[in-house]
């Protein structure tokens, strides 16, 4: 005998990109953001029939538990970030067109499901990276997916006016750290004019290129060599590039759109190395954030 459709299997399977696309952006990890998913649908499918049928709104019930648990996860990863090794950075993403090849939905990555906005370039996640986790809950929840502060007390754990609270100091972090940006055209430019200049060893179109006092911060996550601390200074940054391409001439370097921004693919062999994205003021590099760590370079090399 066949056993009926479940009601509503549908609507609750289409969460699943709402649910990638708030995970990642809560926890800054592609890998990480398909555990929470995961763990949200097993919780969904644990409960009776009867329970699932007597629930208003799926998908709120859904995008509840993904919070808790992101919540959980944030609290957590503190913890876990102090005994990483080096810095952490985001996981990059690629463009959605750089990837996908016709795979259904069922079959696509999960980096394929999530959207490309000003809330998951990097510098932006990084921000997100220095609140606490019941600040960048709040955030994410109130400013990015507009939700009610009495919608996100009840996830947060706390009363609607001190939610909107975390949300202004939040806030008050993203535009500390926000500097005029130029046109992405330019930005493009300004990325290319640093990929032909690592290219040609040419150190003084690096620091050309370079904000005097810009940082670079690589993420090898103690499985290959990388940048333990930040690297500071436009002079400091170049010499290390140069020496880079001197002890490894065979990289290839290609631009690519990461996390929505122009930026670098470093591969070697054909296999993806590294990947750089950049947060540009006026015509200069002021951050550079490189990913080696292998974990975190998945879609990318998949």
């Not at 040419?202 to 290959?224: E, F, K, N, Q, Y």
């Not at 290839?252 to 950049?278: C, I, K, M, S, Y």
Request: glycine content about 6%; hydrophobic content about 40%.
């Amino acid at each position: 005998m066949t056993t009926p459709p479940e009601p509503g299997l549908s609507a609750v399977m289409n969460e699943r990109r709402q649910l990638i696309n708030l995970a990642y952006r809560l926890l800054g990890s592609l890998t990480e953001a398909e555990d929470v998913v995961q763990e949200t649908y097993t919780r969904w499918y644990a409960m009776s029939r009867q329970r699932q049928d007597a629930i208003d709104s799926p998908g709120a019930w859904l995008t509840t538990v993904a919070s808790r648990i992101c919540l959980d996860q944030l609290r957590s990863a503190r913890v876990r970030r102090e005994r990483y090794v080096g810095e952490w950075i985001p996981e990059p993403l690629p463009e959605r067109t750089e990837w996908i090849t016709g795979r259904s939905e069922a079959t696509a990555d999960p980096a394929d499901r999530v959207t490309l906005d000003e809330s998951i370039n990097m510098a932006f996640l990084v921000v997100l990276e220095s609140m606490t986790p019941a600040e960048r809950v709040a955030f994410v929840l109130h400013d990015v997916y507009r939700y009610a502060f009495t919608e996100v007390a009840e996830i947060v754990g706390r009363t609607p006016a001190a939610c909107r609270q975390l949300a202004t100091s939040a806030r008050r972090r993203i535009r500390e750290a926000q500097t005029p940006t130029a046109p992405v055209a330019q930005r493009a430019d300004i990325v290319k004019n640093f990929k032909q200049a690592w290219e040609a060893q040419d150190i003084d179109a690096l620091i050309a290129v370079l904000d005097p006092d810009a940082t670079a911060v690589g993420d090898g996550g103690g499985l290959v060599n990388a940048l333990l601390h930040p690297l500071e200074g436009s002079e400091q940054i170049a010499r290390y590039l140069i020496d880079l391409a001197v002890r490894a001439p065979d990289l290839t370097l290609l631009e690519r759109t990461v996390n929505g921004e122009p930026g670098l693919v470093v591969q070697h062999d054909g296999v993806t190395a590294a990947v750089f994205a950049f947060d540009i003021t006026g015509e200069r590099i002021r951050y550079l954030w490189g990913v080696r760590n292998p974990e975190k370079l998945r879609p990318w090399t998949t």
